[in-house]
């Protein structure tokens, strides 16, 4: 998954513009709101695949906002962006239905993190509910609601983050990811496995077990100087 929509809900302009720089920047697509009302209606309008969501607006609360979305049905992550400590115990204390929070200041490759974390965990159970969740490349198949892959009709035995890393890269085909990427969205922030040599094992095995010559992949190829893509 790619090019993921966040929608951005802050009303002083400066913090909004820094997100959206920062976040343009690491490949997602921004929307901005700077009421609470924009942000109900841009959430119904072009379903954002994450919110992040500042308390203090000037109408209604980020609080209000996050209940009212919960309470349409709307289960995409949200967020929230707190800036005291009077509001952390409220975001703390209510079942208000954010899955995290942030507290001002917070450096821009911590949320970043905090996304791609939140993405990828809501990826995970969002496509168990969507269609279409089988990719197929020739004589390799990816099962993404059993989870399962196989080659030429036989499964595929792979550990889980074996499975992560390869779906992640057939679901964007001919896209080059660096190994610094691939960590923070397979792994997330809470990791502190951060090594690119990790992601060179895995990928090693990953071609010895799809591959027919590993040393020379079909599928799994080396992008040199960036990191690795999925050739369909
Ligand atoms: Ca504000």
Redesign the pocket.
Known sequence: MAGERILIV???RAVARGLEYALTREGFQVLWADTGQKALALTRSEDPHLILL?I??PDISGFDVCRQLRAEGKRQPILMLTARDEELDKVLGLELGADDYVVKPFSLRELVSRIRALLRRAYGELSLASTGSILSFGDLTLDLERLQVTRRGQVVDLTPIEFRLLRYLASNPGRPFTREHLIETLWGYESDIGSDRTVDVHMRHLRQKIEDDPANPRWLVTVRGIGYKFEP
């Open positions: 802050e009303d002083e500042d203090r607006l």
